[in-house]
């Protein structure tokens, strides 16, 4: 109790307690004066702290407002840079120094095929191996250092990951950054461009040793036929001429699809209907008794009057040459599909057949010259087809399994350059 309170009940009870009105009403008095005294003193408290209160609750508006703004620019900066780790071309991958994979954007979750709810916030370990990124993940973060650069292959992908890690922050943030890019377009382009090399070469050389054959095989057999002539009495003889002369006649054959093959050709580029061309290709096919019958035709046009920049005659041959292969790999019976489909900006031309296969092995070099499966093929024709795909600005790929069929795949740009 104060002491203004004090003062105050004590008054009180000396009115109470006075012998006399006078005196009562002298010590009511008393304790009156001191009851305003404190009202106006709490009075003035109140006004003080309301004015306080009004001054801590606007400053606390101030930093609500504060805080606000700075919640909006945490949020716009986080929105900015989720914008930029979805869209940024490369895989990014963080992983803090208690092995908790706090960032995982949507390309590292295509390249890696696990979906982010496996991954993000969880324990490295949970859904990947020790050395899965070609180093110790354990070690990389006991000791603070990484391996710069490594190399991994996943589902036929080639993954290259670069690694950093990273030490200008405060240690709950420390960790490792893993950044991964497919490589495998990258690398399957090289491997392109080495064979192109390699042909060009081998083009080169073969031109030149074709040229080299020519005069004297054309000279052998200028001999050759003198010598069956004079031979006339001799039948045995003239047999082995005979031999001489088939020999080289298949030499000259070799000779010419050399040079036909090395030589350069230029495109008659037209805006060609590729939907008509298939039609005039398979209309030609079913009336040719070499081809068989019982091999079923299903044809897939998507796209009405497509239009593409070609050489008529020359993109004819190619698909002809794709489709006489099929044919042959099938046999007497099967079915080829041959579809047309617009993707982007490319003309996908598709010809797949039921035939043998070819062997993974021959893969790679089905596309090389006088590489052949065949007993009487010469390994040109594909190889030819190929450079024709080429300089159209386009690609011949091929996919096959073994006694189940191949799919020979054309994309062709819709604009030329």
């Known amino acids: 109790m104060s002491d203004i309170l004090k003062k105050l009940n004590e008054t009180a009870n000396l009115a109470l307690n006075s012998a006399s009105t006078q005196e009562s009403m002298k010590h009511l008095a008393k304790a009156f004066s001191l009851f305003s005294t404190e009202t106006t003193r709490l009075e003035n408290a109140y006004q003080r702290l309301l004015k306080r209160f009004n001054q801590v609750n606007n400053q606390l508006k101030i930093q609500e407002n504060e805080l606000r703004q700075k919640v909006t620019d945490l949020n716009s900066v986080t929105s900015y840079l989720n914008n930029i780790l979805t869209n940024i071309s490369q895989g990014i991958i963080y992983i803090d120094l208690d092995g908790i994979v706090t960032t995982y954007n949507k390309v590292a979750q295509d390249i890696l095929g696990i979906d982010e709810k496996k991954v993000l916030f969880k324990s490295f370990s949970e859904n990947f191996s020790d050395r899965f990124f070609g180093f110790s993940m354990k070690n990389a973060l006991k000791f603070s250092m990484c391996q710069k650069i490594s190399y991994i292959s996943i589902n036929k992908k080639q993954i290259e990951i670069n690694t950093s890690f990273i030490y200008d922050c405060p240690t709950p943030y420390r960790g490792i950054v893993l950044l991964l890019k497919d490589i495998t377009k990258i690398q399957n382009l090289q491997i392109s461009a080495n064979r192109n090399d390699r042909l060009n070469k081998l083009g080169e050389i073969a031109a030149n040793i074709a040229h080299e054959i020519k005069n004297p095989l054309g000279a052998i057999r200028g001999y050759a036929s003198l010598l069956y002539k004079d031979l006339e009495n001799s039948k045995p003889l003239q047999d082995m001429i005979l031999y001489i002369l088939d020999g080289t006649k298949a030499m000259e054959r070799v000779v010419t699809n050399v040079l036909e093959y ?87 031309i598709s010809i797949e057949d039921t035939g043998d296969g070819i062997d993974q092995k021959d893969l790679e070099n089905i596309f090389s010259p006088f590489f052949t499966t065949k007993q009487n093929g010469n390994g040109l024709g594909l190889s030819h087809t190929n450079k024709i795909i080429q300089a159209h600005f386009a690609t011949l790929d091929v996919t096959s399994k073994l006694y189940k069929g191949s799919t020979f795949t054309i994309t062709m740009p819709i604009k030329r350059g």
């Open 262 to 348: 090395a030589r350069p050709f230029s495109l008659e580029v037209v805006s060609l209907d590729i939907n008509e061309l298939i039609k005039e290709i398979i209309k030609s096919i079913k009336i040719d008794l070499s081809f068989s019958s019982k091999i079923k035709i299903h044809l897939n046009l998507t796209e009405p009057n497509f239009y593409i920049p070609a050489d008529k005659e020359h993109l004819k041959s190619a698909i002809l040459n794709i489709i006489i292969n099929a044919y042959h790999a099938m046999e007497d019976s099967g079915i080829l599909r041959i579809s047309v489909i617009k993707n982007s900006n490319f003309c996908i």
